[in-house]
C-alpha cells in the first residue's frame, strides 16, 4: 500500500530525532496543510522562546511579534491546550490580542491557525500557520496537525535532553534569540533586578520605540544602550 501524506510527513519529521535537520518540521507540514506559510517555535519557560523552523521571514516574523508582546494565537493554542483558528483573520472581530492584530494586519494575513506543542503536562511551544486569503481547515487537516504536533512536540523535548545532556546548548538557528537571553541577563546586572522584570523592562522598550526585542536586545549586547536606576526611575541611555 502507498505511503500517505501523513505518513510521510509523520516519519519525516521522527527521522530528526536521528539527526535531520529540525528547520525542515514547517516545511514537512505544508505537505499535510496546505498554507502559504508556517513555523515551529518552542515557548514558554521550559525551553524559552525560539522559532525552530519557519518557511518564510513572514512566518517568522508572525512568532517574532508573539515572542515579543507575549500575546497572539500561539500563546492561547498553548495555554488552552486547543488549537486556535482563525479563517477569516482579517475581519475577526475579537479583541484578545489586540498588539498583535495591529501589527500582523500591517501584512496581507487572510487566516491564521495554532496549534499546541505539549507532552502530558510540559509545555512546549506551538505551530502556526497562515494564508495570505481567508481559509478554513478541514476536519481531517486539523486532527492530522493535531497528531503531527504531538509527534513534533516529542521530537523537540528529546532533542533538548540530548543536548542537556551533553552539556551542550541548543544550536544557534536562523531565528535564534539568544541574544534577548544575553541582553536581559545584562538588564538583571545593571538594575539588580529578577529575571522577569528585566525581561519586561526590554519588551516595554521595544514597543516604546516601535522596534523588535531582538534589535533592542542587540543594541544592549553591543553596548550602544545601558540602564541605570536614576532619580525618576529607570533611565536608559544610549
Known amino acids: ?41 518552542t515557548l514558554g519557560n521550559l525551553l524559552g522562546a525560539e522559532t525552530i523552523s519557519a518557511t518564510s521571514l513572514l512566518a517568522a516574523r508572525i512568532d517574532e511579534v508573539q515572542f515579543d ?3 497572539g494565537p500561539c500563546w492561547d493554542a498553548l495555554a488552552s491546550r486547543r488549537p486556535v483558528l482563525e479563517p477569516d483573520f482579517a475581519h475577526r472581530i475579537g479583541n484578545e490580542w489586540p498588539l498583535f492584530t495591529e501589527q500582523v494586519r500591517r501584512h496581507r494575513i487572510g487566516a491564521l491557525f495554532a496549534f499546541p506543542l505539549t507532552v502530558g503536562p510540559m509545555q512546549i511551544g506551538a505551530i502556526d500557520f497562515y494564508t495570505v486569503d481567508a481559509s478554513a481547515l478541514t476536519s481531517e487537516q486539523i486532527a492530522e496537525t493535531s497528531l503531527l504536533a504531538a509527534v513534533i512536540s516529542r ?24 541574544v534577548i537571553h544575553q541582553a536581559t541577563g545584562i538588564i538583571v546586572a545593571q538594575l539588580r533586578l529578577p529575571p522577569d522584570d528585566a525581561l519586561l ?19 544592549i549586547v553591543e553596548r550602544r544602550v545601558s540602564f541605570s536606576a536614576g532619580p525618576n526611575g529607570i533611565e536608559d541611555t544610549p
Open 1 to 41: 500500500m502507498a505511503e500517505s501524506t501523513f505518513e510521510a510527513a509523520a516519519a519525516a519529521i521522527t527521522d530528526i530525532d536521528h539527526g535531520a535537520d529540525p528547520a525542515r518540521i514547517a516545511e514537512i507540514l505544508l505537505s499535510v496543510v496546505p498554507m502559504d506559510g508556517g513555523a515551529v517555535s
Open 201 to 219: 523592562i526590554l519588551r516595554g522598550r521595544a514597543f516604546a520605540s516601535g522596534r523588535s526585542m531582538m534589535d533592542i536586545a542587540t543594541d
Open 155 to 178: 521530537v523537540i523535548l528529546r532533542r533538548a535532553i540530548r543536548l542537556s545532556e551533553r552539556d551542550l546548548t541548543l544550536p544557534e538557528t536562523e531565528y535564534s534569540r539568544r
Open 69 to 71: 508582546l507575549g500575546e
